[in-house]
């Protein structure tokens, strides 16, 4: 039985989302205080965890990095804060989704599935060769280690998921919401924009200069593609 880890301080929202995980035979714990969730948090012992943004004690973006430096399990931050600006330092900070409130539940217990479906496909993955190398960009699948250059750079789970899927795929364009479908798992209920987000730093921190990319190219009107 997979086990979810809420942190929310609102316990209204909170109970609402543990009633319909608990339909779908998840087991939940609640948390409403953030330093106390982020101690919770770092026990090992979930599968996934949602995140609330605004919290007493530490914020969402404080719990969220600290998080990512000790264990490697899908983060969903959930808020009701709606600017560009909170997705993009929530998912740079290693959150795998981002789902704003107010949401279906129904849509909740979704994305929960699939980036749990997602992470157990990766951590699991056979057919994919267990290293790929184009150009300078070199990827081993079984220790999930990424080298550019020679060096190398410390993606997080969907950075690494995102890059991985290009690279198998080289050459081949996929527009925003394939790949959202393929890396995440749901069709047509993510936000595109998390996808530009990790794209972009995918660039920032595999090629020389990223404002002119020679890997990861937006081919315009189109989408993206790894090009070989």
């Not at 209204?12 to 982020?38: M, P, Q, R």
């Not at 992470?119 to 994919?128: D, Q, V």
Request: charged residues 30%; proline residues 4%; contains cysteine.
């Amino acid at each position: 039985m997979p086990k979810i880890l809420i942190i929310e301080d609102d316990m209204a929202i909170a109970a609402i989302e543990k009633d319909y995980l608990a339909i779908e035979n998840f087991e939940v714990e609640i948390i409403s205080d953030g330093t106390a969730g982020l101690t919770r948090g770092l026990s090992g012992k979930f599968d996934l965890i949602l995140l609330d943004l605004m919290l007493p004690g530490m914020d969402g973006f404080a719990i969220c990095r600290k998080l990512r430096e000790k264990i490697n399990i899908p983060i969903l931050m959930v808020t009701a804060r709606q600017e560009d600006i909170d997705k993009i330092r929530g998912l740079g900070l290693g959150a795998d989704d981002y789902i704003e409130k107010p949401f279906s539940p129904t849509v909740l217990v979704a994305r929960v599935k699939a980036n749990l479906a997602q992470y157990e496909r990766l951590a699991g993955t056979e057919k994919a060769p267990s290293e790929i190398t184009l150009g300078e960009i070199r990827l081993n699948t079984g220790t999930h280690r990424v080298f550019a250059r020679g060096r190398e750079v410390e993606l997080k789970n969907k950075e690494y998921e995102l890059l991985l899927f290009l690279m198998l795929n080289v050459d081949l364009v996929f527009d925003r919401e394939t790949l959202y479908e393929k890396v995440w798992g749901l069709e047509a209920l993510g936000d595109n924009a998390t996808v530009a987000v990790h794209i972009n730093r995918l660039r920032e921190k595999l090629e020389k200069d990223p404002a002119k990319p020679r890997y990861i190219e937006t081919v315009w009107g189109a989408g993206y593609r790894f090009r070989g």
